[in-house]
């Protein structure tokens, strides 16, 4: 494969390589000065209170092909999952090209469009088989399975090759929802002949092959007929093939179904207008459930995560307005319990526990089937596909690094390591890293995208652990005082072992004897009253308290009449 027209051929990851989440991938074709590029996928990553306390969202940093002016195309969506599309409404203004998504996606991304003031229309819906041109770059859609509707292989083809853009994926014979895998699919694309594959790496720790959404039916509804009242079940609202699997298992167990949670009626809504959901069983609204026996009653919530704001959380805590569980009900929760959210997740199972519920973990039972392929599916993937090139994506470190050390055991000729800004060379005799861009993240903080490493967060989690101190003074000409100095505490005790008076007045008495004992020169600027003030009040803190808080010193300085 030599560069007869179009290439050479790059990919980069600008996000999604080295987490999981924030997905957001490069093609470029053509030297570098005028090389056009393709998107794959843009989505969002979720700020914690350890690392990123009160960010709402976090966003891949797009520097570096904002910096390619005019020379992306287009971008292409997989699926319609927050860590693939949810950073289209806050980065589209600065990138203003077509979006293109099969059915479901697009009205995920259409309503998230509308609801951020941007036109709904920048989203082009395409169908199965269809395929968009984009410069040189043909893309087409393949189904696979997935725990949304409508997930999609990207088959990339280039003048120098066809990459295959795996997406999130699973291989699903029995999906209940949507088509069942199509292992011809892949090797008649073999069979054309395939250059890459970026292939999903979230499961390759995981032996053996997926389990089918089929596998959980009869296991889901012992449970519900097993329960003595009223049963919940928790999952993630997208996940529309288990939302029906949940509800059929209780119709069939003769429960009336109410769906709670704003989330998940939409979700349901829209796969019925589009299509994919034609036999979801009859629904009860919110006010009809007084009429209802317990023990007929079947809820299915949000709130999978431990996420406080949604139904579960607000039902545990008793502030739901319309569902109250209690001893003798059950929660089911058909869901992975996302690494980080582990803390959310148990503090809701005990909350439920302390009031008599029996929760149900899907981990523990098998009430729960993973989304993502296993390590024994990625290798039919490889075994179809035959590829030159694995790229392995999705994934941390660590799994990229196991996938790429398994694409090499089953033979795939070259299997690299491609980090985010990573960029590799794809055609040529040998393909390899050959260039490093700028990566990073940022963060929605309120309404405002700051920089990760603006030092913004840094101060707010030097805050969180330090509290603060703050010092406000008001002197004359000369740095003395002419009325006794204000200090507030924030964050910090106000009493102590041993301490002679509150903290506060023991920082107020301890700058007030500094300025006293001051010379005159280090009180003349107001950086040098500062710093001698900063000084006193934490050397107070340090000596009484054991801590350095985080300081602030107001001085106000009056003209002598
Ligand atoms: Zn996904
Ligand atoms: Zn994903």
Redesign the pocket.
Known sequence: MTDKTGGPLVYVALG?AGE??M?CYLYGLGEVRDRRWIMVDL?IGFGDMETAPGVELILPDLEFILGEKGRLEAIFLTHG?E??VGAIPHLWAGLKVPVYARAFTAEIVRRKMSEAGLDPKIVRQVGLGERVEAGDFSVEWLAVNHSIPEASMLAIRTPVGTVVHTG?FKMDAEPQLGEPFDMAVLEALGSEGVLAVTCDS?NVFVRGESKSESSIIANLRARIEAAPRAVAATTFASNVARLRTLAMAAHDAGRSIVVVGRAMRRMIEMAVATGQLTDFPPVVAEDRIADIAPENLFYLVTGSQGEGRAALARIAAGSHPAVKLTEGDTVLFSSKNIPGNEANIYRLYNRLSEQGVRVIDGEMDHIHVSGHARRGDLKRVYAALKPQVSLPM?GEHRHLVEHVRLARRWGVPEALLAPNGAVVRLDGNAPGVVEQVETGRVYLDGRVQIGALDGVVRERLKLARNGQVVVAVVVDMDGDLIADPEVRCLGAPKHGPGWKAALDEMIARAVDDALEGAAKKAKRTDAALEQLITRAARGVAVHHWGKKPVMTVLITRLEDD
């Open positions: 999604g999981i989440g997905n989505g999952h860590d693939h999130d979230t999705h």
